[in-house]
């Protein structure tokens, strides 16, 4: 069964930096693309970022110039670079896969997630 462990969350002041990682078990990581969700509290989740599996990337409008999606293949995990970040920013944060790059559903179950809290 694949797994995804996300991890590096923390509290962190605005205008701060975090770098998440999300290891992926099983032998799946390299077909699909990979994107990075949050749940903010009282809030449905979304998709902040994606990447495909050439590296081609998209970005939600929220988080576009600010975070920096990237993957390396080999250790079967995807990062996800947070810069300037705004209170607006704090959620869970989950990474998934996806069939391509532009695809909506998620395929997988999800991890347990990692909390980013953007407060002074």
């Known amino acids: 069964q694949v797994q995804l462990v996300e991890s590096g969350g923390g509290l962190v002041q605005p205008g701060g930096s975090l770098r998440l990682s999300c290891t992926v078990s099983?032998?799946?990581?390299?077909?699909?693309?990979m994107a990075w969700y949050r749940q903010a509290p009282g809030k449905q989740r979304e998709l902040v970022a994606a990447i495909s599996p050439g590296v081609m990337t998209n970005y939600a409008d929220s988080v576009k110039g600010r975070f920096t999606i990237s993957r390396d293949n080999a250790k079967n995990t995807v990062y996800l670079q947070m810069n300037s970040l705004k209170p607006e920013d704090t959620a869970v944060y989950y990474c998934?896969?996806?069939?391509?790059?532009?695809?909506?559903?998620?395929?997988?179950?999800w991890g347990q997630g990692t909390q980013v809290t953007v407060s002074s």
């Open positions: 998934n896969a996806k069939r391509t790059l532009f695809s909506t559903e998620p395929i997988l179950n």
């Open positions: 099983g032998n799946i990581f390299r077909s699909y693309a």
